[in-house]
């Protein structure tokens, strides 16, 4: 099954204009293939940890579940790795959040999207739609 999933950039440092991308990716996918698939959407380098999390609807604050808790990275990585779109959804009331660069505080909130059957037929991962610039993740120009 394809999952089409929203992606809502909704704090980050240098965050100045609305970002959102539709994407679409199969239910095996992993959050990992997930992190790769937001960062190319978004333009980003892909060179700051991240964690993915849910939280209870109306703050990316409230009482997180953290996905993987492992201490060193590379479990971490592996979590990610072993983890899948299916093995999240549905969720109920929580929402799962990505968080990209602890120090600049990148947040995007994924939201699962109703799919139909046309969307079987796609190649994915794909990105549907964009709406807004990529934030520039590092701010102004040359800094």
């Known amino acids: 099954m394809v999952f089409k999933l929203r992606v809502t950039c909704i704090l980050g440092r240098f965050l100045e204009e609305e970002c959102v991308r539709t994407i679409a990716m199969h239910e095996s996918s992993s ?10 959407a978004v ?8 964690t993915f999390y ?3 609807s109306g703050s990316p604050w409230a009482e997180q579940n953290w996905i993987a808790e492992e201490e060193e990275w590379a479990d971490m990585e592996r ?11 549905p969720l109920g009331r ?14 995007f909130e994924i939201r ?9 037929k796609l190649a994915v991962p794909m990105i549907l739609a964009r709406v807004g610039p990529d934030p520039r993740q590092y701010g102004r120009e040359g800094l």
Request: proline share 2%; net charge negative.
């Open 31 to 40: 959050l990992y293939d997930l992190h790769e698939v937001i960062q190319a």
């Open 43 to 50: 333009s980003f380098g892909r060179d700051h940890p991240f």
């Open 54 to 56: 849910t939280a209870n």
């Open 79 to 89: 979590a990610f790795d072993e983890t899948t779109l299916a093995d999240i959804w």
């Open 94 to 107: 929580k929402k799962l959040y990505y968080w990209f660069d602890f120090r600049d505080k990148w947040i």
């Open 112 to 120: 699962k999207m109703r799919s139909n059957k046309e969307d079987a």
